[in-house]
């Protein structure tokens, strides 16, 4: 557990922010410190964003979910609170023009080798997830720290402007006669709303990147994908796996390139391949879903 000492640090770095961000990553998920998480958004309303498996630690619809100004909440963010995510090639390891040269940075961390391995960390904060939140969160209530308001209107903007870019780019692929990724995904989305607890498995650089903007996840842990390395392979591995451990219904969403591919004619085949592929498995995952 954290010293006193080094709580009040943290304590006082967010006390002083003007723009300040968490950042959740697969360790927020994998300490199942969602509840405390929660109750650290819900009292403080610092816009969050998670990483591609830490989604659902709060879910993707809370409105102080700022996934959708991505690029601006990093970019201007003075002080950064890691809960369970490390600095790593991911992150551009910490550096600009990812984030501010001057950013403050609060790592919520149980290994304390992963601190100042890229960036300087200003309150390092080590144990486990739960356990150091349960001291973090009554002591940012005590000090009435709460996002500032311009701040979380500046976000809302920008959020509402890529949202409506996303939603046209959507509306683009649907009224296209060829199957893209858009218009193959969105489907997979209005299912797991329907059915929060159905996990999802995705692998694919352009399937694993726009489906994780555009499915969104309530629940923590029901997202599974290449992880850190990115080693591709292991979907289907992944989604026996869980169907076997959870007895839980299961999509697994693969396909790579495909928007790329289509382009090139002599792989037309492939392309098409691919996506009966994708399809194939959604279309069987939704049969057992009704």
Known sequence: MPSDEAIDRAVELLKNAKHPVILLGKGAAYARSEDEVRELV????IPFLPMSMAKGVVPDDSPSSADSARSLSLGQADVVLLIGARLNWMLSNGEAPLFREDAKFIQVEIDAIEFNS???????????IKSVLQKLVPAIEKAGIKAPQDWLDLIAQDSKKNND??????????????????????PINDLMQKHPDTYIISEGANTLDIGR???????????LDTGTWGVMGVG??????TAVETGKPVIALEGHLVSMVWKWKPFVVTTYLLLLSLLTTVVFTMVMLT
């Open 42 to 45: 819900d009292k403080t309303k």
């Open 118 to 128: 890229n960036r300087k960390i200003d309150a390092p904060l080590q144990g486990d």
């Open 165 to 186: 870019k996303f939603a046209a780019r959507i509306s683009a692929s649907e009224a296209k006669p060829t199957l893209g990724y858009y218009s193959a995904i969105e």
């Open 213 to 223: 903007n555009l499915v969104g996840m309530q629940k923590p842990r029901h997202r």
């Open 236 to 241: 289907l591995g992944y989604a026996i796996a």
